[in-house]
């Protein structure tokens, strides 16, 4: 009887065992913004995006639903309210909230662009105007790249630090245009002042076009410490759902939309950031929010 017993409860937990281990599937959604983030620059890219998601959801088990805002304060305001399970933000949002992010999330995660895990700014201009940088700004034209939250503060930053104002108190016009590539052409061309681009996109350039370095030079550059934008799922995702996207990132180009992201933004890679990594960022972001409450 001993013996029947035993085995009866072998029999039990190796059937609660596997249906455990097959009650692997999830729902999940995910947020992102239509502004101010790498992936809120193309509509391409944020269509690849969902494939891609709903794909290896599929493959899992799974299934994710992606929802679009229109800016970061709906967005996190549904996260805070575990409407939705993983959002992604750019950076002044994610420091300028840090504190309670961190209390509601965890496995904070970004893409790495180009050659680089983190990215660095260039200012540049046409050396025949002899131009001297931030601190010559007032009445001036500079080209930057829309939705690239990274540049704007950096113009900003710079310009509180240099002349003690915004920008936008100094120059005559900020041009926005599609990509880099069209704002350092028209400083090449000389329709421009000034152009703030990523490294990436500079040292693309000078592979197209070696010429570039003879009539544009590089004014300053920014330290290499940025991102494109953090993401990050809440503590009460789905378990399954946090494990299937990063073992799907591992390998971006094996699934649908993977390969158009790959394509469309120069991704290498997903990864997870540690917090230890965003210690600079965090320093440049205080400073950077202290600089503009003192000169509003």
């Known amino acids: 009887m001993k013996i029947i017993f035993i085995l009866l409860l072998t029999i039990n937990l190796l059937s609660d065992s596997e249906v455990n281990f097959k009650d692997d599937s999830f729902n999940s959604i995910y947020g992102v913004t239509t502004e101010g983030n790498l992936l809120s620059r193309f509509k391409d890219s944020r269509i690849a995006l969902k494939a ?27 996260f805070t309210v575990n409407k939705l399970d993983m959002i992604i933000v750019d950076l002044p949002f994610f420091f300028k909230n840090k504190d309670d992010i961190e209390n509601k999330s965890h496995h904070l995660w970004s893409m790495i662009i180009g050659e680089h895990k983190f990215d660095q700014l260039y200012l540049v201009a046409n050396k025949s105007k002899n131009l001297k940088g931030f601190k010559d700004l007032k009445n001036k034209t500079i080209a930057i790249k829309k939705g690239n939250e990274n540049i704007k503060i950096w113009l900003e930053k710079k310009s509180y630090e240099e002349n003690k104002k915004s920008s936008n108190k100094l120059l005559k016009n900020i041009r926005i245009e599609k990509k880099d590539r069209t704002a350092l052409l028209r400083v090449f061309f000389g329709k421009t002042d000034y152009a703030i681009v990523s490294k990436n996109s500079w040292n693309i350039m000078l592979e197209l076009n070696p010429s570039f370095k003879n009539k544009i030079e590089i004014l300053d550059m920014s330290d290499n410490i940025f991102l494109p934008f953090i993401g990050f799922f809440s503590k009460k995702a789905n378990i399954n759902s946090i494990d299937t996207f990063f073992k799907a990132s591992n390998n971006l180009s094996e699934y649908e939309g993977g390969k158009q992201i790959v394509e469309l933004l120069n991704i290498r890679s997903i990864y997870k950031v540690p917090n230890n990594t965003l210690i600079k960022l965090e320093k440049y972001y205080k400073e950077y929010f202290k600089l503009k409450e003192s000169y509003k």
Not at 60 to 71: C, L
């Open 52 to 78: 891609w998601l709903e794909d290896i959801a599929k493959i899992y088990k799974g299934n994710v639903t992606m929802k679009f805002y229109d800016s970061s304060k709906p967005l996190y305001k549904d």
